[in-house]
């Protein structure tokens, strides 16, 4: 295969002119292909379907513009550009391209409005159509504007900034050749967020990133921001804003605060990035109209605010925690402006004063003077003392000018309470005994007259009080009284279980039962006499032994209480009754006449089936009439023995109840006792007396 030399086919004679035709082709066809392919790049087609595809509401801002007939090119390209000047803005474009492909594109485009800032916009770009000595300008209506000023002006520091040497067009326009005005985005950011719309620089806060009422523009240009400047004389100035009901005075203030902070905030932010530029092209021209402060462009700070509030506003920290008290003193009439503060009963201090600050929740529906006493009592003197009111003297002398003792002090149970618990003075000394101090004095309570008036003891009582306390006590009783003043004190402490509201003598009897008498005799009574004599004296019997079944019980199959005590407490039984066991017991043995309990053998070995001649010990006395049947009875239901020996529940005389029992059993098993003429004895005589009739 022939090598295409094209060094060797121009030096040779016979191949140089086919060479110089086809580098003439070739050059032309690439000539062909860039004027071509610069021509199509710089078409509104290209634009919107290409490189800003992506970036839609772009290009329908654009369409929705009164430049929506110029090309694109006719804006973003210098003015006159040479081709190198205007090929090496297609090389710059590409990074759009490239942006584009990648997902890596920003919405909204220009998001900061920043290339209305740069010099790439130079006003050379608007007057190469619009010729201002020949157009007549048709601003809105109320607005007075001067091009030619604006074209003559020059920023106050221009040796620090001679690059920025005129006033852009776009500086104001900003959005003239793609309008946002009555239509909603609709495009997202690649990482899913909105788009938002740009700042449109054709609003008086933006005129005043360069004019300014004072000499303290944030701007390096200090252009005249007089209202007559910009505004003829029969101009409504008021805003809409301002005209609303709840504008003043709550609202200009809330309007006010927010975009002071947010302009303040964006200055911040600003000034950061102006100080972190390399150069001063890189530098902004003109602040970001967020950074300005609505309200500047009509009222000067300094003068229209203080001279309404009489003070500087926003407060300052240190107005607020120090320097207020003093305006207050002597300025509340511009207090009330603002706070309406004499109109609500000075709601407003309260709530900081009488609420935050003391921990107190305050309700504007109730006076001070009559909440004032629940939040002493919950909070305690710290949070006023202090705070506003310097020591409590202040707390002294408004008691006294109105002679009214704190509520707490009214209530009933004050001083003494009936009961365990202690009075409530006692209970709010414990809590706050700086409250007390304020009326009553210092060195409470055993150190101050006013409670040793009263007490007489040392309060809390000591230990060695409390182990030592009996001699007093019985000395002079009215002295403990006068704080525990119910019957029942000493029980409260000496009877464990003792009501404070039910004397002792009421309910010991039930709570000795329970816990035994131990515990009485270890402490203070006398073992076997202190009880015997009060009941003695009393002539009273314990509440136990009025029951129906204390001494014996109907139903043969339980035991009567009184047995059943003194299986559980026979100790309780002696105080009364005397030592040892029922049957050497002279009180018992009165009564019971036999060994009690009985002894092994005294009844059948097999109650289940009696049998004859072994009805063991009781049966032989019962026969041999050693003991009476009436001395069984004392204890025991007629009932009893038939239980045992007719095996029959006594619902009527077993006289009557026995011929069914014998027809459904039949007669064997009464032959376990009875001789089989047994029956004939009752049977017979029946018979008899039948006859007779």
């Not at 004190?489 to 039962?513: E, P, R």
Request: with cysteine; proline share 5%.
């Amino acid at each position: 295969m022939a090598k295409f030399n094209l060094v060797k086919g121009f030096k040779d004679p016979d191949t140089r002119p086919r060479f110089i035709i086809w580098t003439g082709v070739v050059v032309l066809l690439l000539a062909v292909v860039v004027v071509v392919a610069l021509g199509v790049t710089s078409t509104k087609w290209f634009c919107a379907k290409g490189c800003h595809k992506v970036q839609d509401d772009s290009i329908i801002a654009y369409q929705k513009s009164t430049h929506s007939e110029i090309s694109c090119m006719a804006c973003h390209m210098p003015v006159n550009a040479n081709p190198i000047v205007f090929v090496l803005h297609k090389m710059k474009a590409l990074g759009e391209l490239y942006l584009t492909v990648t997902d890596k594109f920003e919405l909204p485009l220009n998001p900061h409005s920043h290339l209305s800032l740069s010099e790439e916009m130079e006003s050379d770009k608007c007057t190469q159509c619009h010729n201002l000595k020949n157009r007549e300008v048709t601003p809105s209506k109320g607005i007075i504007i001067s091009h030619e000023k604006h074209e003559e002006a020059k920023p106050v520091a221009a040796a620090e900034v001679e690059y920025w040497n005129e006033i852009q067009c776009t500086w104001c326009h900003n959005r003239i050749a793609h309008n946002e005005e009555g239509w909603d985005l609709t495009l997202k950011n690649p990482d899913g967020e909105e788009s938002h719309k740009h700042e449109n620089y054709m609003t008086m806060d933006a005129c005043f990133r360069c004019h300014t009422l004072t000499d303290t523009s944030i701007s390096m240009y200090k252009a005249p921001g007089a209202c007559g400047k910009c505004h003829p004389k029969d101009f409504k100035l008021k805003p809409e804003s301002h005209e609303a009901t709840s504008f003043y005075p709550e609202g200009h203030a809330d309007m006010a605060k927010e975009m002071k902070s947010e302009a303040a905030s964006a200055l911040a932010e600003f000034e950061k990035r102006e100080s972190e530029a390399e150069s001063d092209k890189e530098k902004a021209p003109l602040p970001p109209v967020e950074a300005v402060f609505y309200c500047t462009t009509c009222h000067v700070e300094a003068t229209f605010c203080t001279r309404c509030h009489g003070m500087d506003m926003p407060h300052s920290t240190e107005f607020k925690e120090k320097k207020h008290p003093e305006v207050a003193k002597t300025k509340m009439d511009k207090c009330d402006l603002c706070h309406n503060v004499k109109k609500t009963g000075y709601t407003f201090c309260n709530n900081c004063h009488h609420g935050a600050k003391s921990n107190w929740t305050f309700d504007a529906k109730t006076p001070w003077v009559n909440q004032h006493a629940k939040a002493v009592t919950k909070n305690g003197v710290k949070g006023c003392i202090g705070a506003c009111h310097k020591d409590t003297t202040f707390c002294l002398n408004c008691h006294k000018k109105l002679t009214a003792p704190p509520s707490s002090h009214k209530a009933g149970d004050f001083l003494r309470k009936y009961g365990a618990d202690l009075g409530v003075h006692a209970a709010n000394f414990k809590a706050q005994p700086e409250g007390c101090e304020i009326c009553h004095g210092a060195k409470m309570p055993n150190g101050n007259a006013f409670c040793k008036a009263c007490h007489k003891y040392e309060v809390p009582h000591p230990d060695t009080f409390k182990k030592n306390h009996l001699a007093s006590g019985l000395k002079d009783k009215a002295k403990c009284q006068y704080c525990h003043n119910y019957k029942e004190v000493c029980s409260n402490c000496h009877h464990k279980g003792a009501s404070a509201t039910v004397s002792w003598l009421s309910t010991h009897g039930g709570i000795v039962n329970k816990q035994g008498g131990a515990a009485c005799f270890e402490a203070c009574h006398d073992k076997g006499n202190d009880c015997v004599k009060c009941h003695t004296a009393r002539k009273v019997l314990p509440a136990s032994h009025k029951a129906g079944n204390w001494t014996r019980d109907k139903n043969s199959k339980t035991t009567a209480v009184h047995a059943s005590t003194y299986q559980k407490a026979a100790e309780a039984c002696a105080y009364c009754h005397g030592k040892n066991e029922p049957n050497t017991n002279t009180f018992c043995k009165a009564c019971h006449k036999l060994e009690m309990p009985h002894p092994s053998g005294f009844g059948p070995a097999d109650p289940a089936n009696p049998v004859k001649g072994q009805g063991g010990t009781h049966s032989k006395l019962l026969t041999e009439k050693k003991v009476a049947e009436a001395t069984c009875l004392n204890c025991h239901a007629a009932s009893a023995c038939n239980e045992c020996h007719h095996k029959y529940t006594a619902a009527k005389p077993w006289v009557n109840a026995h011929p069914d029992t014998v027809k459904k059993s039949g007669s064997a098993e009464c032959f376990k006792c009875h001789e089989e003429t047994y029956c004939s004895y009752c049977h017979v005589r029946e018979a008899q007396k039948y006859i007779k009739r």
